[in-house]
Nanobody, 130 residues
Framework: QVQLVESGGGLVQAGGSLRLSCVASGRSFGSYAMGWFRQVPGTERELIAAISWGAANTYYADSVKGRFTISRDNAKNTVYLQMNSLKPEDTAVYYC???????????????????????WGQGTQVTVSS
């Protein structure tokens, strides 16, 4: 079992930056692929970034590529999402998720399917004002 707790959300003006953090409990964090999803009310939860267990591989949705950076510190059981050049359309609840999978191709195969990740945080609101 893994418990995930996100922090770092808030209100920011367009063009600004935020860094989200997600701290995981448990001793197997280094074996998990991690992802950041976001969801706007009335829409499906969308995977926007993912990182492999050892940080060698990353994935970004086209909507955030070049603006967001996912990283992890396995010694601190923490995954981060640095968000730069924020736009009003980035407004959403952001969720951290974990998948007990070391093979990156299997993680990528699940992109587009939120159920492919097994553990979820409670979410943190990000609001970008214009």
């Amino acid at each position: 079992q893994v418990q995930l707790v996100e922090s770092g959300g808030g209100l920011v003006q367009a063009g600004g930056s935020l860094r989200l953090s997600c701290v995981a409990s448990g001793r197997s964090f280094g074996s998990y692929a991690m992802g950041w999803f976001r969801q706007v009310p009335g829409t499906e939860r969308e995977l926007i970034a993912a990182i492999s267990w050892g940080a060698a591989n990353t994935y970004y949705a086209d909507s955030v590529k070049g603006r967001f950076t996912i990283s992890r510190d396995n010694a601190k059981n923490t995954v981060y999402l640095q968000m730069n050049s924020l736009k009003p359309e980035d407004t959403a609840v952001y969720y951290c998720a974990a998948k007990p999978e070391r093979i990156w191709s299997r993680v990528v195969a699940g992109i587009g399917d939120p159920t492919a990740f097994d553990y979820w945080g409670q979410g943190t609101q990000v609001t970008v004002s214009s």
